[in-house]
Every structure is written in C-alpha cells, then in structure tokens.
C-alpha cells in the first residue's frame, strides 16, 4: 500500500504528488490519517531556497492535525492523556533532540541542538511520509503527541497552525508587563496570535500594523485595540500614532512578526526607550537590515530578542489557553481556503500573495473549489 | 575669584582656557578642588558633535576626583560615610533625575529620565564649573558623592575613569554565567574593564579583541586569558580563535566597546546561538551597520542589550571590587599622559589616535612634559 | 476652619472623631474633599496593634479617593494629566521615599527605604489630615496623584481599596506563565485582586480558597474558575481538588493572602515541585507558622517570595487595567457597607468578623443605616 | 568474578560488605575502577533513614572519581572529549531522566522529572555496583560522564565531593550581583563550596558561620573574608557582626549550608530587607523551623529558594572554575580521612561527629590507619 504525498523536490520546482511506500510502525510509533495541515510563510521560502540544510526533496507540513490509525505499544500522548486509534491529535514537529549535547545538557537550550530535526522541513521525503503534507503522517518513536481537547476542532487550531505557537512563544519571550503597549507588527498568523496572546497576557494595549485589511479585522477580532494599515498609511504616520497612544514614548513591547528587514528599522523607532523587541518573524533569510548601533540599541538601552524554535511547552500552554478562551480565539476564522495535494502549487502561490491569511492543505478532504 | 577652565565651545572649534566665575554655594552643595578628571572617547565624540541636545559651549570632564575645599551643610557622603574639607572624592556624573516622571515611577529606568542632566556633557559652561575640566567642581546640592575608600589613590580611580563603571555596568548587563566564555570587542578603558569584571564576575574565559598591543598587554594584566590583536589578525582568524576556544560553538557572550558599528557583524559571527550580546561601546552616533535579522538574531535566538547610562550602583559596587582586587585591578596603569587645562586640545588628539588608553587632566597638578 | 476626622487613639482603644485644623496649604500640595477611604485588614491589626513603628494616635485610611478643593501649583497629576479642582483623584500613599539612601540609590528597592512613610498609618495625627478618614486629605509636595480615568466611578477604585494595588502586585511578583495553574489562599480584597489579575496575566486556571460564600462567589464573578470554601472543605479535600485540577502534581503558583499563619503549610501542601509561592497576606504580625525546610522549600525546589510595598508602577497599571476591563472588575462590587466618621469603631468589628468584604468610609456622604 | 561493596543493608542497621555480581555490560555502558569516592552529609542521612522512597539496601556513594576499564562503544565523554581505557573520570550521579514528562518538557526543570534515579542514593544493591563505595562502579548506558581534566587530581574533585557541586548550584540559584555582602551558613563541604565560588562569582564580602575551627580555615583559605565560630559565638553576636559589616543592613545573600531548622529563623536575621535566601543544606528532613511570614518573609519582601537536584550544567561548569582556579580550590585540603571499604560504618560516624570535614572511601586505595 502507498500513500499520496505532495513534495517539494527541490527550490524554484513545481510541486509533484508522490506515491510514498507505506512504513513499517517501529514499536513506539504512531501512524496517522492526516485531516489538515498548513501553509506556513516559511513553506514559501523553503520554495525559494532560503534556508540552509534543507534535504530536498521534502515532503512539507511541519504542524498539522491528525487521526490516529495505528499506534505500536502507545497508550498515552504527551502529557498521558489515554490515547486510542480515532482520537484527533496534532504533534511537536521537532524530534530528535538528543538530551545530551552541549546545548541540551549545559545551557538548556534544546531549540539549538545540533540533532534536532523538524518534520515538513529537515526529513527528505525518501525518509518516509515525515510532512504533513500527505494522506498519512508517520510519528517515528518519541515524537511528542497531543490528544486534541474535546473542546476544540481541527480547524480551531490548524487555522493558527505553526504561527500559532510562534506567536504565542514571541509573547512569552517578550516578557512583557501588565498594562504594557505592545506593538506587532505584521498580521500574519504569527502576528495575528502574537496580538492575541499579548492581550491576553495583560497587555494594555495592542496595536496591529499588516496588510491587508481583512487580516486586520481579524486581528480587532483576536484583541487587537488598534491597526495601523501598511498601506493605507506612512511609516511617519503610525509613529505619529504610537506616540500618541503612549503619550510620546514608544511602545514598551514590540514583536516582529513581519518577515521583511525593513521592518527593523521601524520597529526600533517605534520601541521606547528602554523598551523589548523581540524579532520572530525572520524564520528565513531575507536581507540584511540597516541597525544604528548608538540610537537603536545603545541610547536606547533596548534589549532585542531573537525568538528560535518554539518549545513544546509553548504548545502545550497554548491549547490550554484556546480552550479556556475558545470563544475569542476563533483562529479557524484565519482559513482561506483549502486545498488539495493537487493544489499544494496554487496554495504557495496564494499564500505569498497574501490572497488568504492561512491556507490549510487537506490530502483526503473536500477542498475548495480550485 | 575665579576659576580657570577647559571649554569646548562649540564642535570643531579648538579647546579654550576660560574664566569661570566661583560660584555662590547653596545649601547642600560642595565645593571641589579638581584633583584629576579624565578625558574619554564620548569627549572626543562631542568635539566632533556626534551626540545630539549637546549646550555647547561646555567645560568636559564627567568622571572626576576631587578634594573637598567647602561643603554647605553636607556632612556625610552619598553611604553616610562622614565628609569634612580635605577628604578625597568621586561622584556621580548624573544629576537631577526627576523621581517623578513615567522613566523614573513607573519603570524604573531612570537612566531615561528626560530631566536627567550630567556633568561635563549636558551643562552648558555658562552655568558654572560643572565638568572636571576645571580647577574646581561645583557639586549642586542633591549630587550623590562618594568619599574615596582610604585603600584607593585618585590614580586608582581615574585610571579607569568613566570607562570603569561602564566596564562594570556592561558585565553586570550581561547576565554571564559562571564558567562563560566571553569576548569582549575593544580594548579602551571600557573595553579592558570589562575583561577586568567578566574575570571577577565568573567568567571561564576571557577574550579581548582590540589595539593597540600595548592595551591588549593590559588586558591580560587585567584577567583575559586571551588576547586578539585588530591590526595582526583577520576577522576570520579571529573567528577561528574563538571557535577553537569553544568546541566550535562561539562565545556566550560578547560585550561590544568598539565604538565601531562594523564590530557588530563581527561580533554576532563570534557569539554563539541562544548567546548574549552587550552593546556599550555606542555612546555616540558613528553610524548603522547591517544586521541579518534571519541570521544574526532569529534563528541564533540571541539576546541584545544595549546598555546606556551606567547606574550609581554599578559605581557603588565596581569601588568595592576595586578595593577588594586592589592587586589586580591597577587602573592606574591605563594612565599614559597627563594634561594641563591648556593642553586638552592635545590630549583629545592623542585619544582619538589611540596614542594613550587614558589621558588624565590635572588642572592643577603636574602635566607630563608636553 | 477645622476638618473632622476619626482617630485611633491607641491599640485597643476605641475609635475617635476630632476636630483637626486645617492645613496650610505649601507650595505643591494639594488638598482634597473626601469622597471615599476604606477599611483594610491592616487597619484591623493596626487597631489590635500588631504593626511596629506606628505613631497613634493616627487617621487612618491609606488608600482613597477625593476631589480636589485646592491645588498649590500644582497643574498635572504624576502622569501628566491636567488637575483642576473639582477633579476626581486618587494618589499613592507612599510618601517621603528619599531617592537617596542605600535601598533607593544602590539596590533600586525603594519599598524598603527607612524616610517612606504611608498615609494612614506612619503619620500621627497630630501631623495633619493625613489619612482618608477625614473630610479632607491633605497631600504633601511630592505625593503622586492620579487623576481618576473618566471611565472609573470612586466605587470602582475604592471598592478594591489598598487590596486592589496589593494583589495586582502579588500577581507581578509570582512572574507566572501563561496557562499556569494558580491558587489564591484568601477571598478578602486582596485575594479577589490576586485572583482576578492573575486571570487576566495569563494564568489557565485561577483557583481561590476562602470564606465565606458570598466572597467566594465574587471570586468567580471576577474571573476564577473554580472555588474552594475554608468551611465547607477540609485541607485534605482542598489538596485532593488542586492535584486533580493540576494531573496531581499541584499549582504552579500560590499567592498567599490570607494573613493567618496557618496558611502557609496548607500553602506549601498545594504547591507543585519547583513552583512559586508569594506570600502577601501578612502585613501585620500573627505569629509564626511551622514550616519544613526540607520538604517545603529544598526538596521542592520551592521559590517564595514576599511582597512588601506596592510601588507606584503597580497602582499606574492596576487602573489601566481596571479601565480596559471595567466589564469585568467590578470590585464596586465588594463594597459591603458604607461608614460616617462616627462609624469606624463598628466598621472595623464588621470588617474582622468578616461581615463586610470592603467596608468604605464616607466622611460626608450619605452612610448605609446602622 | 565478583565485586566487593559497602552496603548500607536498611537505616540503623550496620554496614556490610557484600559480594556483588559483576555486571553484563550493556553497549553504550561503561565500567569503571573506582579510584575514590566519598561520604555525604546525606549519606549519614540515609543511614537514620530521614529521606523517602529510598530502596534499602544500598551500596551509597553519588560522587566518585574511577578509571576506565571498559566502555561498551562509548569513545567519548558527555563533552565530546575522547575516552580511553585508563581515563580518569567523574560522572553525573542523575541518569534516566525522561525527557518526556511534564517537568522535563514543560516546566523544564528535569530535576523534578520522576523517573529521575541517582547513583548511590535510588537504585538497590540488588540492581548492581550503581554506587561508589564498591570496588567496581557500573555506568549505564546514558550516565554522563566527564574526562577529569589534565589539572585536576581526584583527589581536587572528591575533596569537595557532591557538595562541590551543590555549593556552586546554590550560589548560581542565588543570583547574587558584584559587590553583595553574602552570608553562608555552615562550614562543612556544601557551605565551602558555596563560600569559594560566591567569592569566584563577585561577591564583595564573603561571611561563613560554621564549625569547628578547622574548616573556618579552610573557609579563609578557600576565600571567606570572615569567619564566625558556631560554638565562639552567640547568634547576637554574629548578627551583630554582619550588622556591623552592612551598615547595619543585614547580608544581600544568606545560603544556608547547615543542615538544621534552627539555622533558618536565624539566617532571616541575618539577611537584609529585600535580600535573597538560598536553602541548600536540607536534603534530609531534620525537622521543621518556626518562620514568622511577616517579619521574615513578607514585610522583608525576602526571596527564598530552595534548591534541589543541582544540574548537569553545574558540575561542567564547576569543573571548568577548579581548573582556573587551581591554586586557590584546594579542596583536597577538606579530606580528613580515607576508608576502606570495611571501615565505612566508622566514616559515616566520623562524619556525623564532624571529626573530619571530608571522609573518602577508597575501595582499593590505601585507606589511612584505622
């Protein structure tokens, strides 16, 4: 038996639908029916080549929401949950990590080990259907499975998909204060949760700047107070705006969820002094970016940081924050449009022109019309 | 009476010796004998006019050691310890932060209090003897002074001068963990404190990068346990350096008192993924440098913190070190040329051709033969 | 011209009400027209004496609201908002901080400088008006006022009284993460703040523990998700709930607010290994608990930490809060029963015997019938 | 062929040597000769039966310094540092940490993990030569293991044992800045660890209260500034003395080393308003303390912190400071005494008696005349 699987052979190809051989369940796995996985905007850079180390061909989807079909000897998910062949589950997409290198073992910093491999991007689609991207998702011994909360439906938390936990992992890392003015910028799914989360943590005030507008609608929607549109107005404009929103200081909290250098430039100027920038939207190389070292960092007294690898607790204490507020982080409301793995060419097109906030690929559902 | 000054009167206009009126002493205020003060980089910057709100004309000098000549009604330094004419002492440049304002309340960054003013750089010359660059020093009541411990020469202190606290408030900035590996970018005052306080502070290694060869003799007399010259090595072997210190993972962090926006690139190439990077050494404007946020912050999940306005406490604590490490921390040593109030054109020359690491003006004291 | 007011004369001695001269208005002080004070479980155990340093005969009432009469050049409140008379205000009652000692110069905690005094509690009353327990209040230069948002009503503010700031900061000082699991031990003001804030820090389940019902249903209405009540559980059930709800590990985070000793080995009980434990309910003496230093806090990896002195910070944000949330933090809500000056003695009994959860004092308003 | 080792059969029975298989190496294992091991304050512990879940009998010793005789293809150390047959190593004495629990994942703190298991301490005698005091000791697979660096004698490391190790945990847990004033409480291997390395870390003053008078020696010779004899004193009198070396502040940082409840109401005394207090010395339950949560913990606004399970990162970390630091952590000087095998019931007596501050076991070494 084979399974249909959509890959990226190689950067600049157009994509092709594979038939993938069946694996083998090693004890420890778990084989999954996949109901929908994501495009994410690093999936269109993948497209282009801008990250380093990618085996291609791959078979892309790092976050997706599956249906368990057959699990080798595991009874539980992550967090012991009881765990039965037709439960809903989505996954850590990073494996591997080999709690015993330098950086797992003296600095705590599992999202640097060497080891670490990310399903939908650093698998080679000859490894097997390691994407989500498929009709079926292999889970090799050890990856991190979350029975999905009753509460909650497929489409409740692939419509963040990844951006999701970033955003949510971009706040946390801000450790922004009650009553702060947090602005994001960018309203992608990760801005769009960032702005979520952020007021959800206590933020005073959240200030949005994307395009286009109905992404910032969504984001008044998620708990956004204000949106500043990249079009409808000039950089002078929204710094005017900020000021005045926080009474000619700057905001306390910025979070770049933009994927553009130039938006350093203006993050920095819109950051008060003393302020935190946390930079995550840079997931691949884009360009460099012109810092004055003495105005936006020295005098400043800025403290910037770079947000890498979202840790699985991130993911963990987002779901529970999606079901306690299920109501208000309606992220199923950010799906676009669905599509086939037939159609996983037209949704990258789609999703680098920002014709829909978030593109969801379901191999064996009903997608929308093409 | 009259006091003879240094003043800078406007950018790019030569040093001027002036007559500044004695001035009438309020309650709570001290008058100074200038006994040395200390020309820094930011000195050489002002003369350049590369620092913005700047009330030239200007007598510099804002770390200084003096001797008590007269105090109205103060009685006991800024520890209570007790003060009475003849005693030596320092002082804290910063002056009339507000206590009041949203930096100082609501913050607590009091380093960005808009009212904050200091000595030798924001009082204009016409507002009396407010630099060290003066036969005397005008304390305004409220400047907090500190007697110098009886184990400490003026050389002790003005060896290091301003650069010394900085030094200090950059490790403490840096959050360095026992047993790091830490570069530190430039070999001024700033620079060799640094190196100095990283050692004392825990640090494994220490390694400073920087020239001339004279300075970076006095790093390893300060506690690096290595050393890299500018001028012998190339950017590459200096990566390479590092690399080999660190299993080929790069430093944890890396303190920046370059003064040179191209030390920045160089300095997120040495610093390892999920590192620290202190900015300190940008107390003026020489420029932007280009930053890959993808590569240089993103995905190295770096930490960046600039670090401006060095706190009362950093002096408090860095004069208790200097007591305890007085055999090891001999500042006095970065001491290379003494200069009369009529040589302080020269002596910015000479630092700005990096001819001496400190140059000291003793207004009334013997100047080295010019 | 004189003011009433209500004394307490001395521990143990029944309450007052004296003809109090009016002030003479300095230069930057303000005096204001009592609109509402409030009686704090402090002021309970100032009755009984528990607290040292306090000089009776006292006014008390240290957190209140007034509208100004008249203002000394005083044109802005701390935050820059215009102030005319006639303006609803509130202000910090911590007065005198000195900005120059050790505690407020070197370590940056100025909760803890030995010149603060607190309005209501370390003025005699032979000072002045300087407690809300009085007609009018009289506010010293330098006392940080803030005039009352236009959204907020005098009950909205009064009806969480000094609690309200106490159990924002409480909140600050667990640094929770978002999903957390916390319990609150106390349903009085501080507890209600403590556990509406917490929700809205971020925490996944608020859990409150106190008495009696009517309290406990304020808890729910202000954002906790589950209640446990002191009477009608036994520790052992109240433990049993808390590992159900938490996979039997325990709360991440307690806060403490109960201000009785037995608190806190119940306290410990509840807490997960590695969790945080603020204690803020002991702002008077009660004597001492048992606690093990083993299993309590070294075998826990415990982190307990005490909260003394809510800062200005803390007071600037709880009502930007309190703004953006006035749906929800009704703590108008709390006020039980409202008090002339000739009332305080029994108000203080209602307020021990936990007949009132807030009761407020009204020097000129219309007091609910005795 | 077989193993001899020192079992510790149930608490208050004798020591016995019993003849303990020797074991099938399993790939990824290692076999070591043990060169020195040593007794912990926990052991004697152990031997009273104060610490639960404790699988009797034992063969105790966590910390061991061996040689390599056999290592099942394992060619290099947990640093990446070949490993040979004849090497010299130390070894991490937590292993089989999960990786997957909720503390290991979420919370990221692995020293809570429950399937955590330590040599010497949680695995039985039955399950194999898992201890030190044996002749031969056995590394499952994934037991970290260290290379003894070139500068380093056994002897340099056992002296300290596992208190080196906790004493530096403790002194990194206590986040102390430059310049602090530190108090340590106990002067056995914990408590001069925690002296030497706040030294090390940058501390202005280092205090230690313990006894008897030899290992105050060695606290001067390991860096303490100050020594105050437990039995030449009274507690006033030592507050009286940290008083007088704070300004009458009380100490920045107490770290408790002692062991006993009592020393704890004390070390609140000593410790200043807003200071931080670091619990180390309780890994046995001895009791509980009276601790009074206004006076010592809330309106002292004190930061307590147990600390528990020191990690991985710190014996690197340590290991690296001993090597910088060689000629001033002489903790060979600490070992009092070696003992066979057959003499281990009289060590841990010698221990409990503090007739030495370090006791040694060595299996194949030449004990010192009993």
């Given at each position: 038996?084979?399974?249909?699987?959509?890959?990226?052979?190689?950067?600049?190809?157009?994509?092709?639908?594979?038939?993938?051989?069946?694996?083998?369940?090693?004890?420890?796995?778990?084989?999954?029916?996949?109901?929908?996985?994501?495009?994410?905007?690093?999936?269109?850079?993948?497209?282009?080549?801008?990250?380093?180390?990618?085996?291609?061909?791959?078979?892309?989807?790092?976050?997706?929401?599956?249906?368990?079909?057959?699990?080798?000897?595991?009874?539980?998910?992550?967090?012991?949950?009881?765990?039965?062949?037709?439960?809903?589950?989505?996954?850590?997409?990073?494996?591997?990590?080999?709690?015993?290198?330098?950086?797992?073992?003296?600095?705590?910093?599992?999202?640097?080990?060497?080891?670490?491999?990310?399903?939908?991007?650093?698998?080679?689609?000859?490894?097997?259907?390691?994407?989500?991207?498929?009709?079926?998702?292999?889970?090799?011994?050890?990856?991190?499975?979350?029975?999905?909360?009753?509460?909650?439906?497929?489409?409740?938390?692939?419509?963040?998909?990844?951006?999701?936990?970033?955003?949510?992992?971009?706040?946390?890392?801000?450790?922004?204060?009650?009553?702060?003015?947090?602005?994001?910028?960018?309203?992608?799914?990760?801005?769009?949760?960032?702005?979520?989360?952020?007021?959800?943590?206590?933020?005073?005030?959240?200030?949005?700047?994307?395009?286009?507008?109905?992404?910032?609608?969504?984001?008044?929607?998620?708990?956004?107070?204000?949106?500043?549109?990249?079009?409808?107005?000039?950089?002078?404009?929204?710094?005017?705006?900020?000021?005045?929103?926080?009474?000619?200081?700057?905001?306390?909290?910025?979070?770049?969820?933009?994927?553009?250098?130039?938006?350093?430039?203006?993050?920095?100027?819109?950051?008060?002094?003393?302020?935190?920038?946390?930079?995550?939207?840079?997931?691949?190389?884009?360009?460099?970016?012109a810092i004055n070292p003495h105005s936006d960092i020295n005098r400043k007294?800025?403290?910037?940081?770079?947000?890498?690898?979202?840790?699985?607790?991130?993911?963990?204490?987002?779901?529970?924050?999606?079901?306690?507020?299920?109501?208000?982080?309606?992220?199923?409301?950010?799906?676009g449009r669905r599509y086939s793995l037939e159609q996983t060419g037209q949704?990258?097109?789609?999703?680098?022109?920002?014709?829909?906030?978030?593109?969801?690929?379901?191999?064996?559902?009903?997608?929308?019309?093409?």
């Amino acid at each position: 038996m084979s399974i249909n699987a959509a890959v990226m052979p190689a950067p600049g190809k157009p994509m092709e639908v594979w038939d993938v051989a069946d694996p083998d369940l090693e004890a420890g796995s778990i084989l999954l029916e996949t109901v929908a996985s994501e495009v994410c905007g690093t999936d269109v850079h993948l497209h282009h080549g801008r990250l380093e180390g990618v085996p291609y061909p791959i078979i892309p989807g790092h976050v997706s929401v599956g249906r368990v079909l057959e699990a080798r000897g595991v009874e539980t998910d992550a967090l012991d949950n009881s765990l039965r062949p037709g439960d809903l589950v989505t996954f850590y997409d990073v494996h591997e990590v080999c709690n015993a290198c330098w950086y797992c073992t003296v600095t705590q910093q599992p999202n640097r080990c060497p080891s670490r491999r990310v399903y939908g991007i650093t698998y080679s689609a000859h490894d097997g259907p390691l994407g989500g991207w498929s009709e079926r998702i292999y889970l090799k011994p050890g990856v991190r499975v979350l029975r999905l909360p009753e509460e909650l439906s497929p489409d409740d938390v692939i419509g963040g998909g990844c951006g999701l936990f970033t955003g949510f992992a971009a706040v946390e890392r801000s450790t922004l204060a009650m009553g702060d003015t947090v602005v994001v910028q960018g309203a992608g799914p990760v801005g769009l949760s960032a702005a979520a989360f952020a007021g959800l943590r206590g933020a005073g005030t959240v200030i949005v700047i994307g395009a286009p507008a109905g992404r910032l609608e969504l984001a008044r929607a998620l708990g956004a107070e204000h949106v500043l549109g990249l079009d409808a107005t000039a950089p002078r404009e929204r710094a005017g705006a900020v000021q005045e929103l926080t009474d000619g200081r700057g905001a306390d909290v910025v979070i770049e969820a933009a994927g553009n250098p130039d938006a350093l430039p203006e993050g920095f100027d819109l950051l008060r002094d003393g302020g935190i920038y946390v930079i995550a939207g840079h997931y691949t190389d884009t360009g460099a970016a012109a810092i004055n070292p003495h105005s936006d960092i020295n005098r400043k007294h800025a403290d910037v940081r770079g947000h890498w690898g979202t840790a699985f607790q991130h993911m963990v204490r987002a779901l529970r924050m999606l079901v306690k507020y299920r109501d208000r982080l309606q992220f199923n409301r950010l799906i676009g449009r669905r599509y086939s793995l037939e159609q996983t060419g037209q949704a990258l097109a789609d999703v680098e022109a920002l014709n829909v906030t978030k593109a969801i690929i379901q191999p064996r559902g009903s997608a929308s019309p093409g």
